[in-house]
């Protein structure tokens, strides 16, 4: 018989929840939420086994750490991330974040980003000489 999905919770070894959403045995799969043990939100979105593919990530005080895509291995964000404080460190210029969370190739989005964003650099360049 092989492995069962479901939707369910996953609990620390202290009782506080850790993971509720879709499962896979004990492995979270799809739509879910982690947190910490402090209770507060860890990780929200699509999951695939710990990581999420797709989602929001929050430092343990509450703040947004990364929105947008990750690929694994090495791990590569695409999106935008924050400071432990909430300040912005990285923004996309002119990529839209829309077009990236609906992305299914996350390879061509970036390729189209590098390409806007050298373009925006090499049209300041210029305007800047004349």
Known sequence: ??????????????????Y???????IPLREGIKYYKNGMKH?????????ISSGREYYEN???????????????????????????????VN?????????KNMEVWVILCLKEQHRSLEELSTTSKG
């Not at 018989?1 to 850790?18: I, P, R, S, V, W």
């Not at 990780?43 to 990581?51: K, N």
């Not at 929105?67 to 996309?92: A, D, I």
Request: aromatic residues 16%; contains cysteine.
């Open 1 to 18: 018989m092989g492995a069962q999905e479901n939707h369910g919770k996953l609990f620390y070894d202290t009782g506080k929840l850790h």
């Open 20 to 26: 509720e959403g879709g499962l896979k045995d004990v």
């Open 43 to 51: 990780m929200v979105g699509l999951f695939e086994d710990w990581f």
């Open 62 to 92: 509450g703040n947004l750490k990364f929105e947008g895509k990750y690929k694994s291995g090495p791990r590569q964000y695409y999106g935008l991330r924050f400071f432990h404080e909430g300040k912005l460190v990285f923004e996309p």
């Open 95 to 103: 990529c839209g974040m829309k077009e990236l969370l609906k992305s």
